[in-house]
């Protein structure tokens, strides 16, 4: 059967890895391309649109279809964009529902609306944890150090499920305070939906950590270590509340399976 050779990148960000595509994708290329054995490897796909309204658009795909924000395939996605002058510098990004304005200054920063975020709690059999629920574009449960590392591996698989909590379920995240008592830097673990798995770092799940850490804190300025490598600032400025973080241009290939 003659397939037509697929070009694609391979980006990260913070080790929150995506295939970038710039065509659509096919229903049954998605989990084929994420597949770390039989495939590329990514934790989504990006589809780079070009121009779109009064900026660029780049749409998300998780490995099972699913279509919501990814703040880490944005962030990764335009910075090879603006290397490559396929884009300026300086901008709006459109994204699954999503507007940002973006700019580059070494890094891509995106500006954040703030979104408003309600305490919850998980409850299941004797386990009991109080969180946040946070809707940046996608639903994320914030645990604020309320379980150890060991247990929230075990946990957060369950937290993520659907439930009368989350209907549709929920990206699970543990922040972790580096060092104990800075309330400015925290270490952040993320369960994924969609992926179905802990991932290397979740550009949306620390947006959502952010809300919720700068008002408890009254804090400008938080930094976050993820798994992965590097790390992600949200910073106030005079003009809003930016993100960044580490990205990279991993490698780029054309895909012959179909
Ligand atoms: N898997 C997530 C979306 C990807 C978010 C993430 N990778 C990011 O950097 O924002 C979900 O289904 O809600």
């Known amino acids: 059967m003659h397939q037509t050779p697929l070009p694609f990148d391979k980006v990260e960000g913070c080790g929150n890895d995506f295939v970038l595509l710039y065509q659509e994708p096919s229903a049954a290329l998605i989990p084929k391309l994420c597949d770390r054995h039989h495939g590329v490897g990514a934790d989504g796909i990006m589809v780079?649109?070009?121009?779109?309204e009064d900026g660029f658009r780049l749409d998300h795909y998780d490995p099972d279809g699913g279509r919501t924000f990814c703040l880490n395939g944005i962030r990764a996605g335009l910075n090879l964009a603006i290397?490559?002058?396929d884009c300026p510098t300086e901008g709006v990004i459109y994204?699954?529902?999503?507007?940002?304005?973006?700019r580059f200054d070494q890094s891509v920063f995106l500006r954040l609306d703030p979104v408003p975020?309600?305490?919850?709690?998980?409850?299941?059999d004797t386990h009991c944890h109080e969180g946040f629920f946070v809707d940046v574009g996608n639903p994320q449960f914030v645990l604020l150090g309320d379980l150890d590392?060991?247990?929230?591996?075990k946990?957060?698989?369950?937290?993520?499920?659907?439930?009368a909590?989350?209907?549709n379920g929920a990206n699970v995240n543990l922040l972790l305070p580096a060092p104990p008592g800075d309330r400015q830097t925290w270490h952040i673990y993320t369960f994924e939906r969609g992926v179905e798995n802990f991932t290397r770092a979740c550009g949306s799940g620390m947006y959502a950590a952010a809300m919720v850490v700068m008002d408890l804190y009254q804090t400008a300025n938080v930094r976050f270590i993820p798994e992965g490598r590097g790390h992600v600032r949200v910073e106030q400025y005079k003009d809003g509340l930016w993100l960044t973080g580490d990205t990279q241009h991993v490698f780029q290939g054309t895909w012959l399976c179909g």
């Open 48 to 52: 780079w649109q070009g121009a779109h």
């Open 83 to 85: 290397k490559r002058g």
């Open 95 to 102: 994204s699954e529902g999503s507007r940002l304005a973006y």
């Open 117 to 124: 975020f309600q305490p919850c709690r998980w409850v299941e």
């Open 149 to 153: 590392l060991r247990a929230f591996r």
């Open 155 to 163: 946990l957060a698989p369950r937290m993520r499920a659907p439930s």
């Open 165 to 167: 909590l989350f209907p």
